[in-house]
């Protein structure tokens, strides 16, 4: 039997709509811990078609997002294949504390990036998120450049918004 063609009908995803602008930047911090390893694995595999997706969607050789994972300090037992995978791949950062999930990494992350980057926006995802890159490229093109949040207030106690996502 023979493969039908894709006939794509609805050019949404395959050029950018007029005044969409190419020379904004994205980082994207992925919080992850050291023994997720296939999930890594898997989210590069992803990112990375996703990423190509959005460079010809855009018509440029390089997409403007980058990915980042970042972890606090591994156990001893971990340093060796974590020191392997972060060479052979080149996207890890290890965060100058102790891995923990819910004290002080986001923040230790925000840190990070307002001292080794300057992309338009930065985003902070955990491991068992998933982003479709064009959609979130194309949702940022008419937002201001600074102090913006993209995203929900979850959870509210006593007057305030307690967790945000």
């Not at 006593?158 to 945000?164: E, I, V």
């Amino acid at each position: 039997s023979t493969v039908p063609q894709l006939l794509i009908i609805d050019d949404t995803y395959t050029k950018p709509p007029p005044g969409v602008d190419q020379n904004l930047t994205i980082f994207i911090g992925i919080l992850t811990i050291y023994e997720k390893i296939e999930v890594r694995e898997c989210l590069r595999e992803l990112y990375t078609h996703n990423n190509d997706a959005l460079a010809r969607y855009l018509g440029v050789k390089k997409s403007p997002v980058t990915i980042r994972f970042f972890l606090g300090l591994p156990k001893d037992e971990y340093k060796d294949r974590l020191e392997e995978e972060s060479k052979m791949y080149g996207d890890i950062v290890i965060l100058n504390i102790t891995e923990n999930m819910n004290k002080g990494k986001t923040l230790e992350y925000f840190k990070w990036f307002a001292k080794h980057r300057e992309d338009n926006y930065m985003l902070k995802l955990d491991d068992d998120s998933f982003l479709h890159l064009i959609h979130y490229y194309r949702d940022l093109q008419d937002l201001p450049r600074e102090r913006v949040y993209y995203g929900n207030a979850l959870g509210y106690s006593q007057g305030t918004y307690t967790f945000m996502g």
